[in-house]
């Protein structure tokens, strides 16, 4: 915005800052920044702009004649620029109102003599384009918020000590007197917490009047506004309860007069947060009236939504969409129902139950009334659901069988669908909405399915059968207006809508066809069919579709695919219920895999033959079922028969992007490829699983352990052939995966301890590490992934299995986890995968490897500390501790948690808390004064540290510390051994505030001191010189200890 106004070229305004940085840094002394900002305001406007210069307000001194800056000379629209400067200048606090006014006084008159008087009667000159305002731009790049909220906790450093240390002495002023309590009698506490309230109100009042303790004066008042109801509760319990008023009728005048108090002070602008708890106060006062006036607690559903009612009549009356209103009224309804239908739920003995329709008939009227009023097409939908919802609840009053709850919301989805076309003319994008809808409600019998079940048969046919009528319309009449390609950006009136995604109307005509299979089962039911004839009129439907399919996808291929789902969907109907006919269930399956085989070799679709493959070995296994042949044999047979089809397909395999046509063949040929084999290594688990239920058993000496194995084991060369064949190294991960997963299962066979198999995993991965050191280095690319997966997998294995085989050790056998094999193993496995991290660090210059491999070692040493087993936790806690804060302090992260919160300053907050919360839970234990007396030292430091290394977390960890040890003193009244505690919260309060006066009148070498000390920390920091400094994730690593400690101590 500003142009040149100063001698050596560069902007007023980034002069200004640069200023006021080096101000705030330390860098120069406040009376040097004052010499030099008058300076370059002089260069702007010549002496007198800046405060406390000499010279007349306004005016140049006589004798300074000197020409105004060539940048300023010209036109008009450069003081405009100026101007719009200047406001800036004053907003962001680099001149004060003073200067700024001299300023625009100033400017204004020189624009004045270059724009010239105007004559009386003389039609205006038309505009310049030059005499135009110049457009505001900004004259320098805003600070980003957590930048300068550092700022201003730098410059509050001092506020901050003498702020907490008031706020300890108030404390220890409140020990001494809560300590004097049996000398006071209740009428004098009250009186006391009144003058204490109204000192707070009237100082508040006080201090907003005075400028340079403005800052403080809303938070006295807010201090005395929240103390306010207080003293109702108090005058209660003191007085008015000896008395035998009613604490109803008390809670409802506190909560009217608080309402009162806090919206007279939200009126006078003396802060926007009052409404908060004006509102609460009158949700109070609302809440106490209907205790004082009896209603019954099944009501309060209807008694809160008639205050939500009263609350949006007024908003509708307004017209205007205020979103707070809305936030407040969708609240309160909101848990109003959520209350009267917990209460119907809770409460089913009671006689009453018309609360719950009268609940949804008010939350019915609001929307209504709020939809109406701000003409909102898109509150049609909850009016519908909440009509549906009122009709059920009403249902549910008149103690109606629950089978008939599914036919309001079919009505209200059969109403939404005829609907249609109005809706496409008035609000198009109600149209997909109301499709949604409409789903919603018919898949409503389908959530009544247990009344259904338990019911009657025909009822629940018809239910079911509405529903596929339901959906079959939504299919039908679903030709435009798409839910998945919505498109906002043509909802006008009059518009024909957008085109509909290919999967949305198949998805509504299969679950139309899944209902009306559903409607033909509870038929049959209800006509006395039973299984297995019941599976005959399916497998007569699947054989229709399938013709069906044959005559449609011969003409149109491409009704192929919405016709096989529902095809398959009945063959498996067909055989339901499965486990008592397995014999009549192999038939049925046989017979669906010749029908669906014959549509292959009449279409040429090999995704039908994939469908006919998985239908005969579903039929070959209910064929073994009903032999009680053994499940081993039929694994071994399936993984015979998936080595011919792996090779048949072979030519058809791919695993680059296939052209479209080429899509489902591919799909198919890896379907065939690699499911036989996946389904013998499951039917070889199932086998196993059964043998395992047999007790005595010996699981690694079974025939179904041994034959698991060998099938799994056959992934490994097939897979190694394809990574072969691809020269790839991406399937080599997957082979070695298996390799892996076939040793560990091995191991049991061979009779080795567990831990052996940690260690040989450790020193499998430290060999597949090294000798892969050539191939590997950084990148995002799938082979580089796929190396790095494959130099990596044993190392971090080999902890893992470690941890397994201590799980295992543990369930047969009642003993300390830390005195165990595997427990050492564990906590020395973590060494090797620490130095591979380390090592491959410091290969590719990656400097803050060095924090996941010393995270790694503290787990290490975690665990050994756990094997001396310590009798306190603080041995644990406090080197986690130490680690997490100096690796917060070390380390700097560009990447943020939130606006105003770095990850590495997580780290800071975990290691403050885990060095402060195991003391404090020590400390409220009995004896636990010292513990509170080291918490108040650690605070202490805490706050030295932060102070000192602009640490702000640590500073809000130190005050949350100090706080918190002042209120255990507060509530535990009782006195140390050696010193009270108020006298203890007075010595650190005054020590405080010695150190805040120090800081305040010794500011610039406070300043200067304090800025070398960060520059010489930051300059010894990981990563310190790099543009993003640590990534997250590294920083998140220096956690593992953390867990590490969570899981001993839970383990304890």
């Given at each position: 915005m500003s142009s040149d106004l100063s001698g050596d070229g560069t902007p007023a305004t980034e002069r200004l800052r640069e200023l006021q940085r080096l101000r705030d840094s330390g860098l120069i002394t406040g009376e040097e920044f004052e010499t030099h900002r008058s300076r370059i305001l002089d260069e702007v406007v010549g002496p007198g702009a800046a405060p406390g210069a000499a010279g007349s307000r306004g005016e140049r001194p006589a004798g300074d004649a000197r020409p105004e800056p060539e940048s300023l000379a010209g036109t008009p629209a450069a003081i405009d620029a100026l101007l719009g400067a200047i406001e800036e200048w004053r907003q962001d606090g680099l001149i004060d109102d003073a200067s700024a006014a001299r300023l625009r006084e100033h400017y204004g008159r020189r624009?004045?003599?270059?724009?010239?008087?105007?004559?009386?009667g003389a039609p205006a000159p038309p505009p310049v384009a030059g005499d135009r305002p110049a457009p505001a731009t900004p004259s320098a790049a805003r600070r980003p918020p957590a930048a300068a909220i550092g700022e201003w906790a730098t410059r509050r450093q001092a506020d901050v000590l003498l702020y907490l240390g008031a706020f300890l002495l108030v404390i220890s002023a409140l020990i001494f007197v809560s300590s004097q309590d049996e000398a006071l009698s209740g009428g004098w506490r009250v009186v006391l917490l009144a003058a204490y309230t109204a000192g707070f109100l009237l100082a508040g009042w006080l201090l907003r009047r005075r400028a340079r303790v403005r800052e403080a004066g809303p938070v006295f008042l807010a201090i005395g506004a929240l103390m306010t109801p207080l003293n109702f509760l108090l005058l209660h319990n003191e007085v008015l309860g000896d008395q035998g008023v009613p604490g109803d009728l008390v809670w409802f005048i506190a909560s009217l007069y608080s309402a009162a108090f806090y919206g007279f002070l939200f009126a006078r602008g003396l802060g926007r947060l009052y409404a908060v708890p004006a509102g609460v106060a009158l949700l109070s006062a609302w809440g106490s009236l209907a205790v004082t006036v009896g209603l019954p607690l099944e009501w309060g559903g209807p008694w809160w939504m008639a205050f939500a009612l009263a609350g949006a009549a007024p908003a509708a009356a307004a017209r205007r969409r205020r979103v707070a209103a809305a936030a407040a009224i969708a609240v309160v309804a909101s848990l109003s129902l959520v209350f009267a239908h917990l209460l119907a739920a809770l409460d089913d003995t009671s006689e009453e139950r018309w609360h719950l329709p009268a609940t949804h008939a008010l939350l019915l009227a609001i929307v209504s009334v709020l939809g109406g009023s701000w003409r909102m097409p898109f509150a049609l939908l909850p009016a519908a659901a909440l009509a549906a919802t009122t009709a059920c609840a009403a249902l549910w009053a008149a103690d109606i069988a629950a089978q008939w709850y599914s036919f309001p919301p079919l009505l209200a989805g059969a109403a939404l669908v005829a609907g249609r076309g109005r809706w496409a003319a008035w609000a198009p994008a109600l149209v997909p909405a109301s499709l949604l809808l409409a789903a919603a409600g018919g898949l409503a019998p389908v959530a009544l399915m247990p009344a259904h079940l338990g019911g009657d048969s025909a009822l629940a046919a018809a239910a079911m059968l509405a529903a596929a009528a339901l959906f079959a319309g939504c299919a039908w009449r679903h030709a435009s207006h798409g839910v998945l390609t919505w498109d906002t950006a043509r909802q006008g009136p009059g518009d024909r809508g957008w085109p509909v995604h290919p999967l949305e109307r198949p998805a509504l005509a299969w679950t139309a066809f899944a209902l009306l299979l559903v409607a033909v089962?509870?038929?049959?039911?209800?006509?006395?069919?039973?299984?297995?004839?019941?599976g005959w009129a399916f497998a007569a439907i699947g054989a229709l579709v399938s013709a069906s399919m044959v005559a449609a996808a011969g003409r149109t291929p491409a009704l192929l695919w919405p016709m096989l789902p529902p095809l398959l969907l009945a063959i498996g109907v067909s055989v339901y219920p499965a486990g008592a006919f397995w014999g009549h269930h192999a038939l049925l399956l046989a017979?669906?895999?010749?029908?669906?085989?014959?549509?292959?070799?009449?279409l040429r679709r090999w995704s039908l033959a994939a469908a006919a493959v998985a239908l005969g070995m579903m039929a070959l296994a209910a064929l073994w079922e009903?032999?009680?042949?053994?499940?081993?044999?039929?694994?071994?047979?399936?993984?015979?028969?998936?080595?011919?089809?792996?090779?048949?397909?072979?030519?058809?395999?791919?695993?680059?992007?296939?052209?479209?046509?080429?899509?489902?063949?591919?799909?198919?040929?890896h379907a065939l490829s690699w499911l036989p084999l996946a389904a013998a290594v499951i039917t070889a688990a199932a086998a196993l699983n059964a043998r395992v239920s047999e007790p005595g058993v010996d699981v690694a000496a079974t025939v179904e352990y041994r034959s698991l194995v060998l099938v799994a084991l056959v992934f490994a060369p097939l897979i190694a052939f394809e990574a072969r064949r691809l020269r790839a190294w991406e399937p080599a991960v997957a082979a070695m995966a298996v390799v892996w997963g076939v040793v560990a299962a091995l191991w049991p066979v061979l009779g080795w301890p567990g831990w052996t198999l940690a260690v040989a995993y450790s020193a499998a991965g430290a060999a597949a590490f090294a000798a892969l050191l050539e191939w590997r280095h950084l990148g995002t690319d799938s082979p580089s992934v796929a190396v790095h997966l494959?130099?990596?997998?044993?190392?971090?294995?080999?902890?893992?299995?470690?941890?397994?085989?201590?799980?295992?050790?543990?369930?047969?056998?009642?003993?300390?986890?830390?005195?165990?094999?595997?427990?050492?193993?564990?906590?020395?496995?973590?060494?090797?995968?620490?130095?591979?991290?380390?090592?491959?660090?410091?290969?590719?210059?990656?400097?803050?490897?060095?924090?996941?491999a010393t995270a790694l070692v503290m787990v290490a040493v975690e665990l050994a500390i756990a094997t001396q087993q310590p009798g306190n936790v603080q041995a644990h806690t406090l080197p986690a501790a130490l680690y997490l804060a100096l690796v917060g302090l070390l380390t700097r992260s560009s990447d943020e948690l939130g606006r105003n919160l770095g990850w590495h300053e997580v780290l800071q907050l975990s290691g403050a808390a885990l060095l402060v919360l195991p003391?404090?839970?020590?400390?409220?234990?009995?004896?636990?004064?010292?513990?509170?007396?080291?918490?108040?030292?650690?605070?202490?430091?805490?706050?030295?540290?932060?102070?000192?290394?602009?640490?702000?977390?640590?500073?809000?960890?130190?005050?949350?510390?100090?706080?918190?040890v002042a209120l255990r003193f507060l509530w535990v009244t009782g006195e140390s051994e050696a010193v009270p505690y108020w006298v203890m919260l007075a010595g650190a309060g005054f020590l405080l505030l010695a150190v805040g006066l120090t800081v305040l009148l010794k500011r610039e070498w406070w300043d200067r001191t304090r800025v070398r000390l960060q520059h010489r920390w930051r300059e010894g920091a990981v990563d310190s010189h790099a543009s993003r400094g640590v990534p997250a994730a590294a920083l998140l690593a220096a956690l593992a200890p953390v867990l590490t400690l969570l899981a001993v101590a839970g383990a304890d």
């Open positions: 624009r004045a003599e270059l724009v010239g008087p105007t004559r009386p089962g509870f038929a049959q039911r209800g006509l006395g069919v039973a299984p297995p004839d019941t017979l669906a895999a010749a029908h669906v085989l014959s549509a292959f070799a009449l009903s032999r009680a042949w053994e499940w081993w044999a039929l694994a071994a047979c399936y993984a015979a028969v998936s080595l011919p089809l792996f090779g048949l397909c072979t030519r058809l395999r791919r695993y680059e992007p296939p052209a479209a046509a080429e899509t489902v063949a591919g799909t198919a040929a494959l130099s990596w997998s044993g190392l971090v294995l080999g902890p893992l299995a470690a941890l397994l085989a201590l799980d295992a050790r543990l369930q047969t056998l009642d003993a300390d986890a830390a005195s165990l094999v595997e427990f050492r193993a564990l906590a020395l496995l973590m060494l090797p995968l620490a130095g591979a991290v380390a090592v491959e660090g410091r290969r590719l210059g990656i400097r803050w490897a060095v924090v996941p003391q404090a839970e020590q400390g409220l234990g009995p004896g636990g004064a010292r513990w509170a007396i080291v918490l108040l030292v650690e605070g202490l430091a805490l706050l030295g540290v932060a102070l000192a290394l602009n640490a702000r977390w640590l500073a809000v960890s130190a005050v949350v510390t100090l706080s918190g």
